[in-house]
């Protein structure tokens, strides 16, 4: 995989989370809390009922960076953050990605909420934060496989904006390198993403 400095698009992610992880993100602790069989088949119903909306898109660019003390540079920008270049460090390149889940689930949740029904209402946003992370993970896993063939390797984790000194207005680069205006989506005053159930991070590449 060469540098190109052109956004990739990836229209369907194959992924879907598991039933364990949305029950985490509802706040159940399997160690703490004892869900009964009623209660997981309630749950289990609204995800079925709303299955077909679980999608999700992205796009990613990679491009060589040169780190210098807190200063991270490529492509024309120039962050500063001393635990961005930690991350970063020994990395030669890194990787920008989106991964958006779309707005059709979080349309079905805000119409649960208007009808009061807040049950299905938590179970469905919760249904949408798991499946957006479910697609950031088999990105990372997309970029292993690719890596492999150069016997480069990708950093096992991912760094956000607005995770520790690395400020939330690098939403404002995300949003025209990877030009997501293509997936429709809108960055607030505040730097966050609509449709929400959206993931920007930085993958880096070290040998």
């Not at 990372?140 to 496989?145: A, C, L, N, T, V």
Request: proline letters at 2%; charged letters at 20%; hydrophobic letters at 40%.
């Amino acid at each position: 995989m060469k540098q190109n400095l052109q956004p990739i698009v990836l229209n369907q992610i194959t992924s879907t989370p598991t039933l364990d992880k949305i029950l985490i993100r509802m706040g159940y602790n399997k160690h703490k809390t004892k869900i009964s069989k009623q209660e997981i088949s309630k749950i289990e119903s609204v995800i079925t009922r709303y299955q077909y909306l679980v999608h999700s898109r992205a796009v990613y660019l990679r491009t060589t960076v040169q780190i210098e003390d807190h200063s991270i540079k490529f492509a024309n920008i120039h962050w500063e953050s001393h635990k961005l270049a930690k991350f970063l460090a020994h990395c030669t390149e890194l990787i920008l990605i989106a991964v958006t889940a779309g707005d059709d689930l979080i349309i079905q949740r805000d119409k649960a909420i208007e009808e009061q029904q807040n049950y299905q209402a938590v179970v469905i946003d919760a249904l949408a934060s798991e499946t957006v992370e479910a697609a950031a993970e088999w990105l990372q896993h997309y970029f292993q496989q690719l890596l492999l063939r150069e016997h480069k390797i990708p950093t096992q984790r991912r760094y956000s904006p607005g995770y520790g000194d690395f400020s939330l207005k690098a939403q404002q680069d995300f949003y025209h390198l990877l030009n997501l205006d293509q997936f429709a989506l809108k960055l607030t005053s505040h730097y966050l993403f609509i449709p929400e159930k959206t993931i920007t991070a930085i993958i880096g590449i070290h040998q």
